[in-house]
């Protein structure tokens, strides 16, 4: 089986080298950021069309491990350019609203299946909106506690549980039938060593 690539998707300010998305990118194989013209001046659309760009210049549907306001355009990039994702971890999304974004522009599920991380001290969005979101969305919301927005300032740098989440999501990826665009779905397993199956992780209905 191909083992799907792994798409990093910062947020504003893209992630320094300390930062989890970044120690990650460096030690999992097959693993590429998407490129920003502005790192400083996020654009929904101009982010979104080039996550777009990444991806379907790969050969598989992609794992993309977006943070901030990078969910953000990767959600928009999977429901309004049907980008296509085989799935999608989204850890500590931003507050559309601080970006003057309307909330509705985040109301459709995604087509494919996602996690959503989120922690009860984020000072970019609250616990409850980001439950709101991944309602929306059609993911399960793991609370982690109080982790802050799981960045360097909070101390994420090194984050031993996100790569066993993104390991083994890639692992089920890559163990579907057929991961090419139209036929990624969840199939069950385990995240890491947890013993909750991925399709009870993946999917909150």
Not at 77 to 87: E, H, I, R, S, Y
């Amino acid at each position: 089986m191909t083992q799907p690539t792994v798409l990093i998707v910062p947020g504003r300010g893209n992630s320094e080298p300390d930062h989890w998305q970044s120690i990650i990118e460096n030690c999992l194989p097959d693993t590429r950021r998407v490129q920003q013209d502005d790192w400083n001046t996020p654009s929904l659309e101009t982010w979104s069309r080039n996550i777009d760009r990444a991806v379907r210049a790969l050969d598989h549907r992609p794992l993309v491990v977006a943070h901030s306001f990078g969910c953000l355009a990767a959600v928009h990039a999977q429901n309004v350019l049907g980008t296509p994702f085989g799935a999608t971890l989204l850890v500590t999304p931003a507050d559309p609203e601080r970006f003057a974004l309307p909330l509705w522009m985040f109301a459709a599920p995604l087509a494919q299946p996602g996690l959503l991380i989120a922690s009860d001290n984020d000072p970019w969005l609250s616990f409850e909106k980001a439950a709101a979101l991944a309602a929306n969305w059609g993911v399960r919301c793991v609370n982690l506690g109080p982790v802050g927005h799981l960045n360097v300032a909070s101390g994420h740098g090194p984050w031993p549980l996100g790569k066993a989440i993104i390991e083994s999501m890639r692992s089920e990826l890559g163990n579907l039938p057929d991961n090419e665009p139209g036929h990624a779905e969840a199939s069950p397993n385990h995240i890491g060593h947890q013993p909750t199956p991925v399709r009870q992780i993946w999917h909150s209905h």
